[in-house]
Structure formats: C-alpha cells, structure tokens
C-alpha cells in the first residue's frame, strides 16, 4: 500500500497514533478495574505497612491537658474568652 | 434482526448474551466472586458491556478525585497519610463504592452509584480543606486558611454557617475522620474505641460517641480551626464526647444543647437562641460577619434538595420505578443533609431526576427481583451500611425505606426572619437520629404510619446492642409487631464496632427468618453463607 503523504497524511498518523495509545491505555486500566488489583494491593501490601507504622507512632498524652477553657499553651492562643471566664 | 446464515452453537450463544448483557437475574452467584475471608473480588463483577463499562468510568472518576486530593498539596497529603490513622481509609474508598453497588444493572446501578460518587467527591473536598488549614501538619504554624475555616461537630448541619461569606468553609469535626471510617474500611475505627477504653470508659456505651473521644485520646483530629461548635445531638453519649473535645481542643468552644424533647413549643425559643448564640459566638471569635442575605441565599438552595428529596419518597412510596438502592438512599440522605449545600448534590439530583423520570415514563422496574418491599427502623450498621444491597441480592428484599433518612424534612420558609429561626430551630432538632430514636415514643412509633405510606410488606429492625434508648423500647417494638401482625426480622450490630457482632452474624438473622418464618429459597444461594471477617 503506498503510504500517504502531507499533512493529511501527517493527521491521519497522529490520529492513529492516539486511538493505539487510547486503546493501551484503556486496556491496562480496565485490567486494574476488572482484576480488583487496587484493592489487592492495597490490602496486601500497603495497608499492613501503614498500620506498622501508626502503631509505632508516639501520641500526645491528652489526659495530662486541665480541664478549663483557655488554660494551657496561653500563649499560642489567640482568642481568648471574651466574657473573661474561667481564665487561669 | 437479520439472522445468521448459520446456528451459533448453544455454549457460545449464552456466553455472548452474558458478555453483552450480564448474567440474568436470579443468576448471578456473586458470592463466588468474593475471595475467602478477607471479602476482596477475585475480579469484579462482569455486569454486561455497557454497565460494567459504566461502572469501569465511575472508577475512573473516583480515582480522578483521588487524584485531585493528591494534587492539592502533595506534601500536607502525604503527611497526613503518616500522622492520622483514619487517613488510610481513604484508599479503600473505590472499592466502597463497588460494594455498595453489587448486582445493580441499568437505571439502578447508574442512580445508585452516582450518589456513591457524589459522597466520595464531597468527602475529598472535605478532606483537601481541612488538610489546607491544618496545623499538624505544617509544624504548628496556623495560616489564613486556619483563621476561615469553621470546625464544628458532624451533628450540627451545615446550612447553619450558611451566612459567612468570608469564610472559607465549614467542616464537620468527625465526618471524614470518625463518622465515615467504618462505612469504608471498618478495622480502623476500633483503634479509636481501644484508645478511649483504655483510659477508663466502659466499653458499652454507643460506639459513635466512644470512638470520636477516641481521636482525641489518639490526638488525631486535624486541627484547621479557631474555635469549635459542639452539641448534645444525637442522644447524651455526645454530652460526654464534647467534654472530652474541649479538653482536647483547648480553644473556645461553643456548646449547642437541643431540647430531647421537641414537640414542647417553649422549647423553640431556647433552640433558636442557641442559634443565634451560635453565629453571634462566631462573630466574635473569628471577626467574621453574619450576613443574612447570603444566608437565605443558600439555603434556598438547600431548600431545593429537600423537594427533591421528597420527590424520591413518593416515587419510593407509590410506584416500583425508583431507581436509587437502599444503601445508597440511606447513605447520600445523611451524608447531604448534615453537610449542607454544595453544587455536587445539585448536580447528582439532576443526574437521577433524568433516571427516575425515564424509568416512571418508560415504566422500567430497576429492581426487578424485589419479593418484599421492606423498611428499615432504628441506627443502622455503619460497618455494614451496603448490607440493603446484600438483602436484595441474596433475598429480593428491596429497602425501600429507612428511618434515618426520614429526619430533617423541612423546607425553609425565608419569607420573614420569624419563620425562617422557627424553620431552622425544628430542622436542628429533627436532625439524624434524634427526630426518632431520641424524640419520644410517639417519634420512634411513626414506623407504623411510613410502613403503611411507603407500602412496605417487612421491616428490617436494627437492634442497635449499644444503643440504650433503643433497647429500653426493644420489648414494646415486640408487642406491637405481634398486635399489628407485621413481619420483622431484629438484625443486632453495633454500630461502628463489628467485633461485638460480626457481619456473617446479621446475615444470620436473616437468613434464619427468611427459611423458617417465611419459607423462602434465596434468589442467590451464593450469598447466604460467606466468610468476610477480614474484610473491609
């Protein structure tokens, strides 16, 4: 078959071109969707990674927070209570 | 249709129909699609060519929004994957909509998962906020979103901070980081009623409440907020959560206490004080202004979704054409209606208004295997919110109803400023779970009147083992059943907590009663006995 030339040919590549990457693009998409391999994935290797690593992970003592309002980091809080109640 | 100049053999003939239209109902074996224990598809459900095509691009979508999260700060984002637990649910969240969505075809699966999509895009949009203002992850450092940014508890609606217009946005405390964990990906939650259990709270209280005063014990809220807006709704388990939070928050807090019980009319002028106490306590706070034009404005949009949303129930109510499931009627009712007014629900609504009106005209039954019309009463399993979906699929039991969805049905009237506290005041105190299972006898017992209104032949009772205004009327519930002669199946969960009763547990139930009460063979032998303790 001769091969076209100009920008008719020119469009006609590109276009062939598009629809080739839209159908591979479409096709290993649609394997991830039908095979569920997001969820798998997911749950087997990122998952118990993630959960590893909160359950490593050092927490604020809250407990140790008094109970008033306002009361505390005083000095990073920039509202306070404009009735004047329960200041420390 | 021209036929074939030769005969198909039988075999090929009925795959090429299944690839082309899915298996038929009555068919389908979805349970052998679930691997073993841990509840993933060996591969998703073939649905027929253009439906699963369609549910292949609302994939696409939801993994575009996901996209759009990961793009709107990468680094805030990864860090609040490392700093917060509850973040890691959100990578199980396309395959929430997947199950939610089991066995739908046509006008069903397209109405259905469009409201999944429209809660998964909000969701996001939430979390993009928050994750822009929040100080955890910025080492402390509090930016001009944190200053515009409102945070208040998931129970007080949104439309109430409608009037700001120069906040950024309003985000409800514990829907993204609580509310919505067991929904998606149910372990995680249980971390958070450990965390609270171990520093002294017994361990049956409702689990909701356990496990938002888990994320402080966990300091594991975001914090994008100067001040915060808390209340006593649902029930007084939040009384005790917000004591917690302002502990924890350490900033000022404005509590919002709602009459329980709300028919008394000198109860009006209290809630719609509370209000006003409440935009006042934000004006002073945060220096923003309430402007009641813009108020009205948007909730006039609200007031829209409401007629729609009554539109829905009566289509429910009096034809077989309304093409929304049960799980996701309950889901997107609860999820809206707390957030408030954004153009994705506007959007959505569109979207099924089409469907619906399609299949009313061209009288298509989207539920096509439906035997029982069923509602369902009491707080629903959030670990197992698509259980509707299971019902219909292994039994034909289509939800046509549920009690949560019931709640918060008013429309503004914006005529006169009057009206309008008088309108807000009862839709606050109509809000989830309070209009009913916390309103009085006379409020849960509006169960007899929707199941006649909704045409309903059963009722799924959810027996809420946590929950104890539920179960001090459990016996009174048993006699009336027995009295009216109305079949009830008693589904027992707890809540946000599957280990007190697992998911193959409430199937049970059902089963149980679907064999010996009524005598009936399931649509779907698959689904009656699987094993999904370590799934999602």
């Known amino acids: 078959m001769e091969k076209k030339t100009g920008a008719a040919g020119k469009v006609f590549e590109v276009l062939w071109w598009t629809l080739q990457t839209a159908v591979a693009v479409y096709a290993v998409l649609f394997a991830i969707f039908y095979f569920d391999l997001d969820s798998k994935i997911i749950y087997r290797r990122i998952l118990p990674k993630l959960n590893a690593h909160y359950d490593n992970m050092r927490h604020r003592d809250i407990t140790k927070n008094p109970y008033a309002q306002n009361v505390g980091p005083a000095a990073r809080n920039p509202w306070p209570d404009p009735l004047g109640r329960h200041e420390p | 249709m021209r036929k074939l100049p030769f005969k198909l053999p039988e075999g090929l003939k009925k795959k090429a129909k299944e690839f082309w239209y899915g298996k038929p109902d009555g068919e389908r074996r979805l349970g052998e699609l679930y691997e073993d224990k841990t509840g993933l598809y060996k591969h998703r459900e073939w649905r027929g060519f253009a439906d699963t095509n369609y549910a292949f691009w609302v994939w696409l979508r939801a993994v575009g929004v996901a996209g759009k999260l990961a793009a709107s700060g990468p680094l805030p984002v990864a860090r609040a994957l490392m700093r917060y637990r509850w973040m890691s649910t959100y990578l199980t969240g396309i395959a929430w909509i997947d199950r939610g969505n089991e066995g739908l075809r046509g006008e069903a699966l397209r109405a259905s998962m469009e409201h999944f999509y429209a809660m998964f895009y909000d969701s996001v949009r939430q979390l993009i906020?928050?994750?822009?203002?929040?100080?955890?992850?910025?080492?402390?450092?509090?930016?001009?979103?944190?200053?515009?940014?409102?945070?208040?508890?998931?129970?007080?609606?949104?439309?109430?901070?409608?009037?700001?217009?120069?906040?950024?946005?309003?985000?409800?405390?514990?829907?993204?980081?609580?509310?919505?964990?067991?929904?998606?990906?149910?372990?995680?939650?249980?971390?958070?009623?450990?965390?609270?259990?171990?520093?002294?709270?017994?361990?049956?209280?409702?689990?909701?409440?356990?496990?938002?005063?888990?994320?402080?014990?966990?300091?594991?809220?975001?914090?994008?907020?100067?001040?915060?807006?808390?209340?006593?709704?649902?029930?007084?388990?939040?009384?005790?959560?917000?004591?917690?939070?302002?502990?924890?928050?350490?900033?000022?807090?404005?509590?919002?206490?709602?009459?329980?019980?709300?028919?008394?009319?000198?109860?009006?002028?209290?809630?719609?004080?509370?209000?006003?106490?409440?935009?006042?306590?934000?004006e002073d706070e945060t220096g923003m202004k309430f402007d009641l034009e813009t108020f009205k404005k948007k909730m006039a949009g609200y007031n829209q979704l409401t007629r729609f949303e009554r539109e829905k129930w009566d289509v429910a109510a009096n034809t077989p054409y309304n093409p929304v499931s049960g799980t996701a009627q309950a889901l997107y009712r609860i999820f809206y209606s707390e957030v408030g007014e954004r153009k994705i629900w506007h959007r959505t609504d569109a979207k099924v208004k089409k469907l619906m009106d399609r299949c009313i005209e061209k009288q298509i039954r989207p539920f096509p295997m439906t035997r029982h019309r069923a509602l369902v009463w009491s707080c629903a399993p959030l670990y197992y919110s698509y259980f509707p979906t299971w019902l219909y699929n292994c039994w034909g039991i289509q939800v046509v109803?549920?009690?949560?969805?019931?709640?918060?049905?008013?429309?503004?009237?914006?005529?006169?400023?009057?009206?309008?506290?008088?309108?807000?005041?009862?839709?606050?105190?109509?809000?989830?779970?309070?209009?009913?299972?916390?309103?009085?006898?006379?409020?849960i017992f509006e169960i007899w009147e929707n199941y006649e209104k909704f045409h309903c032949d059963l009722v799924i009772m959810f027996d809420q083992v946590a929950c104890k205004g539920m179960d001090g009327i459990h016996g009174v519930f048993e006699d009336e059943f027995r009295r009216r002669n109305i079949p009830a199946i008693w589904v027992p969960h707890e809540l946000m907590d599957h280990r007190t009763v697992e998911r193959a547990e409430m199937r049970r139930a059902v089963n149980d009663y679907m064999t010996t009460v009524m005598q009936e063979e399931p649509i779907d032998p698959s689904l009656v006995e699987f094993d999904d303790s370590m799934g999602w």
């Open chain 2, 401 to 443: 109803m549920n009690m949560d969805s019931l709640m918060s049905d008013r429309v503004v009237r914006l005529d006169n400023e009057d009206d309008m506290m008088d309108d807000l005041a009862h839709l606050f105190e109509w809000g989830p779970m309070r209009r009913m299972a916390v309103g009085g006898q006379q409020h």
């Open chain 2, 129 to 282: 906020t928050q994750f822009q203002a929040d100080s955890h992850l910025r080492f402390g450092v509090r930016n001009r979103a944190w200053y515009k940014t409102l945070d208040h508890d998931e129970t007080i609606p949104g439309h109430l901070f409608y009037g700001f217009p120069e906040m950024k946005d309003d985000i409800l405390a514990q829907l993204t980081t609580c509310f919505l964990n067991p929904h998606v990906c149910r372990p995680t939650i249980t971390h958070y009623i450990d965390a609270v259990e171990s520093i002294g709270l017994p361990a049956d209280p409702c689990p909701l409440c356990a496990s938002e005063a888990g994320l402080c014990v966990l300091d594991d809220y975001p914090d994008f907020s100067p001040v915060f807006l808390t209340t006593n709704q649902a029930c007084d388990g939040s009384v005790g959560t917000s004591i917690i939070q302002d502990m924890y928050w350490n900033k000022p807090l404005y509590a919002m206490p709602q009459p329980m019980r709300f028919d008394d009319p000198d109860v009006q002028k209290f809630c719609i004080d509370e209000i006003k106490g409440a935009w006042k306590f934000i």
